[in-house]
Each structure stands twice: as C-alpha cells, then as structure tokens.
DNA sequence: ATTCCACGTTGTACTATACAACTACTTCAA
DNA sequence: TTGAAGTAGTTGTATAGTACAACGTGGAAT
C-alpha cells in the first residue's frame, strides 16, 4: 500500500504542477489565442460550429463567460455568427478563414512544442502516457 | 511516426483539458484555499519556511502576485512573517498552527480525491504514470 | 560614502470567471 | 390560440489571479 500511496502522491503534486503553469506558458507561447480562445475555436473547427450553449456544456463554462469569449473571437475576426433560421434564438458559430488560418499556426507551434518536449521518449511511453491521461481524465469527468 | 503523431496528439488534448479543468474543481471542492494558495502554503511547510523571493521563483510567478497572494494568507492567519534578523530586507514566511491545519484538512481531501479517482488503477500503472508525470515536467521546466 | 543591488509593497491594468437580471424567442398545454 | 414555462444569449457587477512599473528601504562593494 506504501508504494501505492507514493505513486498517488506523486501524480497529484505533478498534476497540480502542471496545471498551475500551463495558462501562463500558453500566454507566452501564442499571445494571439489565449489557452481558452484556442480551446474554444479548436472545438467550433473540430465541430464544424456549434451553438455558444454547446461549448459552455461541453468546458464547464458558464454561458456569460462563453459569451464575452466569443465576442472577443468575433473582434478579432476569429469567429463568425449564423442566425439559425430554424431558431431565431441561436447563433450557430463558426471559425472565419483567418480564425482556422490562426488556429492551425497555433495548434502547428504547439504541436512542435510538445514534440520537442518528448523527442527522447520511445514510441510504447508516448503511447502508455496518452492512455494513462485519457483514463484519468475520464474518471475526473466521473467523479467530479 | 503516425502512431507517435497521434500520442502526442493526445496527451497534448487531455493536458489541455486538465490544466482548464484544475482551477475550478479545486475552488468548488476547497473553498477556503484556491489552488494558487493551497501550493504556497504547502511550499512553505514543506521547506520549513522560506522568503516570497523563493516562492516567486519556484513558482515562476511575479514578485507583486507572491506578496499579495502572503497578504491574502496572513489576513486569513495562516502565514506569519519573521524578519530576518541579519537581513532586514527578508521576511521568512512560515505557517502558523491554523495555517498548518488547515493545509493538512485539505491535503488529505485532496489525497482521498485523487485516491477515488485512481481507485481501480493498477499499482504497476500508477507507478508508470506518476513517472511519465515526472519526467513530462522536467523536460517542460528544461524546454519551457 | 556613494553607488548599485536585493527584497518587498503598492498602483494600475487586464483576463478569466461566476452569478443574477434581463431580452428575445420557442414550445406546450389548457 | 394564447399564456406559462422554458431556452439562448447579453449585460451588469464582482472577484481572483496575474503582470509590469515605480517605489522605499536596507545591505554590499568599491
């Protein structure tokens, strides 16, 4: 139990530490896109558009806070709104060209950033890792 | 190179979506000391003590953000500040018995948490997770 | 002794976020 | 078919966390 409770230890210090850089190092890698913006238009492009509902569902976002991110995506001609004409309450969102042109610079760079960080890991710890956080954060999603 | 493509693809996603996630289920599940808090104050205790300049740089956070994130911890009478009596510029911050308290109620809920999430996880793959947890950071803190 | 450096605080500004109140629109049921 | 209830989104307000710049104070070195 001893060697279980280290191992648990370690993944809880780790991951807190990760997490209380990652904004900060997404800031200074793209000041473009901030680690949210990127997340929000990576799903409007992965989606092929979605309703502002949909991306506060899916990221735990309250709808005010989606809101005022899309509205800075749409200053920056990121984003675009089409009134659905089934609905005229929804706004169904898609990325411009400049807003998936930007996306791919930025998913590009990270990309080869983490590329760069994990250059010297074989091709089973990648594949072991990947696993081993799909696991995990599909039990964070479980119990909260 | 397509699989190794895809892992990376991958951990570079459930990283993503971790770090979003981290902040807001460590304020809904401990109220009383956000994630940011939670870490200093850990640091503290586990150096025994230490200056704002040591959190700053361990931390990778500005000078003016550590003195405000102390003020906000002694308002709430878990820091107190000894000057360094050979060096009047230095304040060595420790934590006080509540301060102490407190850090532990909440390690040990963190603790329990991270234990129910892993709960049906192998020893051998907490053992390989927590490494790859490890050896991700160091070569971020190496990278950037 | 003067200049330079280190430690910490304060002023200011910005981003991300939540909650509550609101408008506009849709749906459903009496 | 109309009125109640629900849904989509915006806006007002407040808070936390953060950075940068300017500053005061104290130590160190030439």
Redesign the interface.
Known sequence: MA??D???????Q????????????AA?MHPELS??SY?LLAHLDDQQGCRATDLAAH??LDKSTVSRQISALEKLGFVERRVDPDDHRVQVLHPTAKGAQTLANVTAS??Q??????AD?D?E??????D??????A??AR??
């Open positions: 060697r279980r280290a191992s648990v230890e370690t993944i809880q780790e991951m807190t530490a990760f997490a209380r850089r990652a904004r900060a190092t200074r680690l949210v997340t990221y735990l990270r990309r950033a983490f590329h760069e960080r994990l890991w091709e710890d990648l594949d072991r890792f990947a081993y956080l799909l696991r995990y954060n039990a964070q119990h909260g």
